[in-house]
């Protein structure tokens, strides 16, 4: 038989570092076949000239899976200061109130959602600030009076 018949026994040589990210890759994949891409989503509505709710959320699939925040903020002297802000974090709903005399913010679960789901959550903290946001930057005002001077709004 002519060589050309026979089948070369010899196999064409793979960079050793693409085959260890290709095993790395396949063990990934056995260790969590369900686990599904998430994607980071944010986005910003303007209540008013200087008062503005920021939300950012994960989305696993097509669902909602967490909230990582949905901050009402508030334009002071042409400065941006969160007022609250609400996530997820720990499994459930939970509000952070901010003081500018204290390095941290305040968290309190009173008068939060509690039950439902992370879309539900979503959409009950956007709606919430909406309603309320007038109540919150008083109260943020009053409690940061002597951090604060406000400033007329033009318009």
Same mark, same amino acid.
Not at 23 to 42: E, G
Not at 138 to 154: A, H, I, V
């Given at each position: 038989?002519? %060589?050309?018949?026979?089948?070369?026994?010899?196999?064409?040589?793979?960079?050793?570092?693409?085959?260890?990210?290709?095993?790395?890759?396949?063990?990934?994949?056995? %260790?969590?076949?369900?686990?599904?891409?998430?994607?980071?989503? %944010?986005?910003?509505?303007?209540?008013?000239?200087?008062?503005?709710?920021?939300?950012?959320?994960?989305?696993? !699939? +097509?669902?909602?899976?967490?909230?990582?925040?949905?901050?009402?903020?508030?334009?002071?002297?042409?400065?941006?200061?969160?007022?609250?802000?609400?996530?997820?974090?720990? +499994?459930? &709903?939970?509000?952070?109130?901010?003081?500018?005399?204290?390095?941290?913010?305040?968290?309190?679960?009173? +008068?939060?959602?509690?039950? !439902?789901?992370?879309?539900?959550?979503?959409?009950?903290?956007?709606?919430?600030?909406?309603?309320?946001?007038?109540?919150?930057?008083?109260?943020?005002?009053?409690?940061?009076?002597?951090?604060?001077?406000?400033?007329?709004? &033009? +318009?």
């Amino acid at each position: 038989m002519p %060589k050309s018949q026979y089948r070369s026994k010899r196999r064409k040589s793979v960079p050793e570092s693409r085959t260890r990210s290709l095993v790395a890759a396949v063990n990934d994949l056995a %260790k969590h076949p369900s686990q599904k891409p998430i994607s980071t989503l %944010k986005n910003r509505i303007y209540i008013t000239e200087t008062d503005r709710v920021i939300y950012v959320y994960e989305k696993t !699939g +097509g669902n909602i899976s967490k909230i990582v925040d949905v901050s009402y903020e508030t334009s002071i002297d042409w400065s941006w200061y969160t007022v609250i802000r609400y996530d997820s974090e720990h +499994g459930q &709903m939970h509000r952070h109130d901010y003081i500018l005399d204290y390095n941290k913010p305040f968290v309190t679960t009173l +008068g939060v959602r509690k039950r !439902g789901t992370p879309d539900k959550w979503l959409t009950w903290a956007i709606e919430d600030v909406e309603n309320n946001y007038i109540r919150y930057r008083t109260s943020f005002l009053k409690n940061n009076k002597t951090k604060l001077t406000t400033r007329p709004t &033009m +318009g």
